[in-house]
């Protein structure tokens, strides 16, 4: 781990996810049950939203960051611009399951740590980011114009041991992750699959880091533990790895219907993780003593 990017809220790639997760909410409420993949492009000065859905109604993506940013000011509101290329009544051709995710407990822990400090000071309307560099023992941070030296204080306390230099990330590009633009459709439940193993793994000590492949050439509704591929393609575990992943597939559900059944998906809505306001979905569940008994 060499470098932490931590982003408010209001910004970054956090805000490129709720933003998704809103679009796909508000086409999911228009149109029940529809299928949509949508990925936000955040290049500073706007917005770019594309994608496709298999529903016909079409809605204002404009409108819906507009909405969620006016409880933090008439400014950021009215400042939205959003290039919208979302292609509706299309169908879906790809239909296979193909996941490659990696996680480390450390830089987890650290992110949700500072990602939670840097939103206390939304209420007193500062708003900045900051990337921790640990090799060269520095903070970079980025505000707007004339709060360099409060932020600067505030980074100071938090951080003692760091450098703290401001710098400018005016030009960079972000872009939302899969898992807040996709449905609440098959696909959707073996991401918050891959997230509940790490969950469980991580918390009982098993694993520091975890890097999953999860595939399959076969339909969704025929997948099950058999014949999926799933790997963990690193080594570091207390335990060796080939046992790890026979554990998982025989602790964990893998076939459509049960995890259904698991994560009840139709109430799923990651608003409330994202603003940092709810626990994930994926950790109101708990397989512990069934692994703990194997």
Known sequence: MNTLNV????????????????????????SPNSKTEISVINVRSFFIVKGITNSG????????????????????????????????????????????KSYDKKLDLELKENFNFLNTFIPENLYFNYKIDYELNSIFFDCDKGYDEIITKN?????????????????????????????????????????????????????????????????????????????????????????????????????VKELNDYFNIKSYNPIGYLLGTEKPIWENLSCSKDILLI
Not at 58 to 66: D, H, K, N, R, V
Not at 166 to 178: A, G, L, N, P
Not at 245 to 250: G, K, N, R
């Open 155 to 255: 980074l100071i306390k938090k951080h003692k041991e760091f450098k703290i230099i401001k710098s400018d990330f005016s030009q960079e590009t972000y872009i939302s992750d899969r898992l807040y633009g996709i449905s609440n459709t098959s696909e959707i439940l073996y991401h918050l699959l891959l997230e509940n193993i790490t969950y469980h793994l991580f918390t009982l000590g098993i694993s520091k880091k975890l890097n999953f492949s999860l595939k399959s050439n076969l339909k969704y509704d025929e997948i099950d533990s058999i014949n999926c591929f799933f790997k963990i393609l690193n080594n570091n575990h207390i335990v060796k790895t080939d046992w790890l992943e026979s554990m998982v597939l025989d602790v964990f559900p893998f076939s």
């Open 57 to 100: 109604i079409a809605i204002s993506p404009s409108e819906i960051l507009q909405e969620f940013l006016k409880p933090y000011g008439d400014e950021k509101s009215n400042s939205v611009r959003v290039i919208d290329v979302i292609l509706y009544n299309t169908e879906f051709n790809n239909d296979y399951l193909n996941i490659y």
């Open 7 to 30: 982003y408010n809220l209001l910004d970054g790639k956090t805000l490129c996810n709720i933003f998704a997760s809103l679009i796909v909410n508000k086409i999911n409420q228009l």
